[in-house]
Structures are given as structure tokens and as C-alpha cells.
């Protein structure tokens, strides 16, 4: 799921390019349903990714969509998508954790001996 992301990225990234209209269409259905994936991953997880790609989601809805006539507010839109995309794969980045040198612990400890109990 993690590169379909960087895809839809990218794809976002593209369009803000001058395209013919039927990039634009395949992008409402690509954007609209990796954010509907995510949503239903977040759906009890982190409520920001959950609320900002249901946002995204209504923006880039095929099927009832919403049409903005002017280009300059589309290209800012997508730059934004394409960025929240990229956030979204590096939070999916597992981290690498720095070893920790080991010690081995040679602290004895007192084991109860139970034969020396004293029972009344």
C-alpha cells in the first residue's frame, strides 16, 4: 500500500502540469481512492491523517466533483495533495532504532531455599 501512495503522489506532482482532461479524471479516481484507503486505515488510528484525507477525498470526488474554473487554485491543490502524500509514506517509514551496546547483567540474585523453612 505504501508505494500506491508515493504513486498518487507523484501523479499529483504531474498535474500541475497543462494535461489533457482525461489525466485529470484519472487522477480524481486515483487521489479519491488512496485517500479512501487511508481513511478507512486511520478510521481509529490518528485523527489528523483521517480528517485530512477525507478532505482530499471530497475535493477529488469523481463522482459528484467539484469544479474549480481556474487553474492557479488546482495547481495549489495539487502541490498540497502531492505533499500530504509524501508525509503520509515517510510516517510509513518504519525507523530504525540505534542499538543499545550489550550488558550482561551479573548481578546475582538470592534464590529462597526451601528446605531451611521453619513451619509452626
Not at 488510528?45 to 488546482?74: A, E, M, Q
Amino acid at each position: 500500500m505504501k508505494y500506491l501512495v508515493i504513486i498518487a503522489a507523484l501523479f499529483c506532482f504531474i498535474g500541475i502540469f497543462e494535461l489533457p482532461y482525461n489525466y485529470y479524471l484519472f487522477l480524481r479516481i486515483l487521489v479519491s481512492f488512496m485517500a479512501l484507503i487511508i481513511i478507512v486505515n486511520e478510521f481509529r488510528g490518528r485523527s489528523f491523517w483521517f480528517l485530512t484525507f477525507l478532505f482530499i477525498f471530497i475535493i477529488f470526488n469523481p463522482v459528484f466533483p467539484i469544479y474549480l474554473y481556474l487553474k492557479p487554485f488546482w495547481i495549489i491543490i495539487e502541490a498540497l495533495a502531492g505533499l500530504l502524500f509524501s508525509y503520509y509514506f515517510y510516517t510509513l517509514i518504519p525507523k530504525k532504532k540505534e542499538k543499545e551496546p550489550e550488558t550482561i547483567d551479573i548481578k546475582q540474585q538470592e534464590i529462597p531455599k526451601t528446605r531451611d523453612r521453619i513451619i509452626k
